[in-house]
Each structure stands twice: as structure tokens, then as C-alpha cells.
């Protein structure tokens, strides 16, 4: 018996290690299995194309967030924008002015080069077209697979025309296609792609739908819409661009909170309370943003998305409406809307990207809306236009120093508020002012690492920097082919 049994237990243990050889080889083949998974996740992960969400507000000043030393207005949305990302601090808008600023954004050429460099309405409704030739980033994104939804202003061609949005690479479009349209917050209609909306109930700048919420409605739509390809979603709002105009319980959190003088109507619409108005505006304006980044976290998209705040150009002129002085609006800067000066052209910039651009740091690096097309291309794998004038961030935003470049030089060509020429070389910045009037008119030079508000004219104690940056001026751009964009007899002295 005993004999027997162990012949038994002789004959079972190798079978047992046998089938346990297997398990373990199976297991084994399993973890691996799972391992290269994990990894080929890991892989598409890390080359999936981002998203791209780009927020431009209208005539937002370089100073008007709290993030950039704003203490009147709140903005806790875009302090915390900044706090997630990166802070620009040498940004710049590509004019000092609406339509050509979104066309250099846009095209990725700088204002010497752009089709549009002046604000030009065509009637009933729009602005003068980018050329057929211009490529937009649009266009780019979507011959690469993008989802594409502008959301806000355009400004760039009226409808029906070859700069129409939805000619130009948007899939979608919602909002006004005319700054003029656009000058009322409370609208009886805006765009609805190829159709007219109707705002039940709005009349003579009052209703109850504001313009900037239904537009937003249509963009958080957009960006939380379950597809396969990533999305490019642009979102020019028109806030605080005037008219002075804003739901009540916005107003209600500034209300009595700062000494008025009525704003009795001379442009634009009147308002009894135009300082609180105006920050109201921008706290709505911050909300708005609030929506969307709670859209995309709502949408599990967050960590795949490129988040991008800025501004069209510096605050506006118009000091009966709005108290650019008491704000702060321009952060110190000379200049307002309009101006070639720091005021007029720097402005807010602000980046997030979760774990590619690192939270809570702040950049010298000196760029302009050229440089997002560039940008773009590289980030989202698409293919940069040849005639672009931009340098690509993709170094900066990766923190990436070996790989940065630098523009040498930048230039503004400006021929509205009487014709103006600006150039950054390095810290040193020249302005040429008044040259529809006077085409030999002198040259302005600025030191601006030691004088950022350039109140300092050094353009006699270094007159050949001033003559050859002047000569740079001309040799830099191009004259532009529409008569009404050109200086007239400008030549450099």
C-alpha cells in the first residue's frame, strides 16, 4: 500500500510542477501583456495632439488683472489662470487696434507685413477681408483633423465674404461679425453660422439675454461636445470693449463702490455709473473664463487642453467713460488704445497647459500674436506657413532654454491716429508718430529696461541708434497693396 501510494505521489508532483510552470509562464505573459499596454497608452498619451482654447478679450488693459497688480477689480478666475501657468510680462498685441491685431494672430504676420492694419468697415456690416492668400491658424488646424469654433468678435471680413469665418477655416461660428455690431452689448441678433439669431426681447441696448453669456453658452457647447478629433476653439469676447454695459447683478458688487461722474452719452450709450460698470464688465469678462476652464474640467479635458488668455490691444482712450488714470488700466505704461506706445500694444498673456507649462512662473521672454501660429504648428503637429514672421514658444511654455529663440526685432505699422511706425530692438524701442501729416517727422527713442514708461526721449543723445532703427523701420515692412493702409509720402530720414 505504501509501496503504491508513493508511486502515486512520485507520478503527481511532477505534473503539479508542470501545471504550475504554466500558470506562472501565463501570469507571466499576462503582466507583459498588460506592461506593453500600459506603455503603448503611455506613448499615445504623450503624442496625443492638444486642444487648444484661446480667449482674446477686447481692449483689455496690460494692468486691469490682479494677476498683473490689478487692486480695484476683481479677477479671481484669471489669478488663478496665472497661478496654474505661466505669466508673460513682455507680451504684445500685434496693433494697437481691434481688426488688425486679430488679423497678425491670425495669419502669423506681423503688421508690416498683414493684409489689414487699420480698422475699416465695410456697410451695412463688417470689416474689411483678409486676403484669399492669408492662411489661417484656423485653416491650419483644421487641415490637420481640429474641430474648429470661433466664438466672439471676428472683424476680418464681412459675411458672405472671403474673410468670412466660416470661409476661413471655422467650422462654427457664433457671435457678431462686426465691431460696430458689436459695440452693443445687448443686440437684437448675432450670427448663428450662416444665419441670423434673434435675442428675444432685446431693444435700444437693454433685454434679458446679454450678448458675451450667449455666446459663451455656444462655446462651452463647443468645447465639452463629444467627438474624436481635438478641438480648436477661438473666443474673442467683446468685454470691457464699450459700450458701458452690463447684466445688474454684476453691477450690483461695485455698486457705491467708487465716486462717479455720470456718463452722460456723447459716444456710445450713457451710464450713470461708469467706474463701476467698467470693473463689473471685467469681472464679468473673468467669469466667463471661469465657465470655460470649468467646462473643460467638467469635460475631463482639462490636462489635454492649452489654455491661452490675452488681449487685443491696451485699454481705450476715452477717459469720460472709461477712468483708464484711476484704474491703472495700462499698469503704468505710456499710452492707451490707439498708440504704438507700451500702452497701447503690451498686454496680458496668459498660458496653462497641465504638465507641459509649469504652474505659478512668470516669463521676460518677448513675444507678439505672430508667434501663435508657429506655436500652433508645433504643439499640434500641423505645418507653419512659409511667409510667417513669428518664432515659435513651444521652447518657452516646455521650459526649455537650450531651444528658445528671440525675435531681434519687432515691429508696429500702425496707420491710423495719424500714422505710426514702432520697432523693438533688444531693450531699445523707437516710435515715428504723425506721418500722414509730416513723413520726416522725428523719431522717438527709448531705453526700455531702464524706462519701461518711456518718459524718457533719448533720440538726441544717441542719434545714429535712432537714424538706423528708423532706417530699420522701412526695411522691415511692406507697402501695403489697399491705398487706405499706406502713410502716403513716407520715406526715412
Not at 456718463?263 to 473664463?289: E, F, N, Q, W
Not at 531681434?408 to 531699445?428: K, V
Amino acid at each position: 500500500m505504501a509501496a503504491a501510494g508513493s508511486e502515486r505521489v512520485d507520478e503527481v508532483i511532477p505534473a503539479c510542477r508542470s501545471r504550475c510552470a504554466w500558470l506562472a509562464g501565463a501570469v507571466c505573459a499576462l503582466v507583459l501583456a498588460a506592461a506593453s499596454l500600459v506603455a503603448q497608452q503611455d506613448a499615445k498619451s504623450s503624442t496625443k495632439r492638444p486642444n487648444v482654447l484661446f480667449v482674446i478679450a477686447d481692449d483689455l488693459g496690460y494692468g486691469e488683472l490682479g494677476c498683473y497688480g490689478q487692486q480695484k477689480i476683481a479677477t479671481p478666475f484669471l489669478d488663478r489662470l496665472a497661478n496654474e501657468g505661466m505669466r508673460f510680462l513682455q507680451a504684445y498685441s500685434g496693433a494697437p487696434v481691434c481688426a488688425p491685431a486679430r488679423c497678425v494672430l491670425m495669419t502669423g504676420k506681423h503688421s508690416g507685413h498683414a493684409t489689414i492694419r487699420d480698422n475699416l468697415e465695410h456697410k451695412p456690416e463688417g470689416q474689411e477681408p483678409i486676403a484669399t492668400s492669408d492662411r489661417t491658424i484656423a485653416e491650419m488646424l483644421k487641415a490637420k483633423g481640429y474641430a474648429t469654433g470661433c466664438f466672439g468678435k471676428w472683424g476680418l471680413g464681412y459675411p458672405g465674404s472671403d474673410g468670412d469665418p466660416l470661409r476661413r477655416g471655422f467650422d462654427r461660428f457664433f457671435g457678431y461679425n462686426c465691431q460696430r455690431h458689436a459695440h452693443d452689448h445687448y443686440p437684437g441678433w448675432l450670427w448663428d453660422d450662416g444665419a441670423k439669431k434673434d435675442l428675444p426681447g432685446n431693444a435700444n441696448g437693454k433685454g434679458p439675454i446679454y450678448a458675451q453669456d450667449a455666446i459663451l453658452d455656444a462655446a462651452v457647447a463647443f468645447v465639452t461636445k463629444k467627438r474624436e478629433q481635438p478641438f480648436f476653439a477661438f473666443v474673442p469676447l467683446t468685454l470691457p470693449h464699450l459700450a458701458l454695459q452690463v447684466p445688474d447683478e454684476a453691477l450690483a458688487r461695485y455698486r457705491g463702490a467708487f465716486d462717479e461722474t455720470p456718463y452722460t452719452g456723447k459716444s456710445y450709450r450713457p451710464h450713470p455709473t461708469p467706474r463701476a460698470c467698467y470693473a463689473a464688465m471685467i469681472t464679468h469678462l473673468d467669469a466667463c473664463v471661469g465657465r470655460l476652464l470649468a467646462a473643460l474640467e467638467d469635460a475631463g479635458a482639462a490636462r489635454d487642453t492649452i489654455v491661452v488668455f490675452t488681449s487685443d490691444n491696451g485699454p481705450t482712450h476715452l477717459a469720460e467713460q472709461v477712468d483708464a488714470e484711476f484704474f491703472g488700466s495700462a499698469g503704468g505704461l505710456r499710452g492707451l488704445k490707439g498708440s504704438v506706445h507700451e500702452g497701447g500694444i503690451r498686454v496680458p498673456l496668459l498660458v496653462r497647459w497641465p504638465g507641459v507649462v509649469a504652474a505659478g512662473k512668470s516669463s521676460e521672454h518677448v513675444t507678439c500674436m505672430q508667434d501663435w501660429m508657429p506655436t500652433f504648428a508645433e504643439l499640434c503637429a500641423a505645418t507653419t506657413p512659409e511667409d510667417t514672421d513669428g518664432i515659435s514658444l513651444a521652447p518657452t511654455l516646455r521650459g526649455d532654454a537650450k531651444a528658445k529663440r528671440a525675435h531681434e526685432e519687432l515691429l508696429w505699422d500702425f496707420p491710423g491716429y495719424g500714422g505710426q511706425l514702432a520697432l523693438r530692438a533688444g531693450h531699445w524701442k523707437a516710435v515715428v508718430k504723425n506721418l500722414r501729416k509730416d513723413p520726416a517727422a522725428k523719431v522717438e527713442l527709448y531705453d526700455l529696461e531702464q524706462d519701461p514708461a518711456e518718459s524718457r526721449d533719448l533720440a538726441k543723445e544717441q542719434p545714429e541708434r535712432a537714424m538706423q532703427m528708423r532706417e530699420r523701420m522701412t526695411a522691415l515692412r511692406t507697402e501695403p497693396s489697399f491705398a487706405a493702409f499706406r502713410f502716403g509720402d513716407y520715406a526715412p530720414r
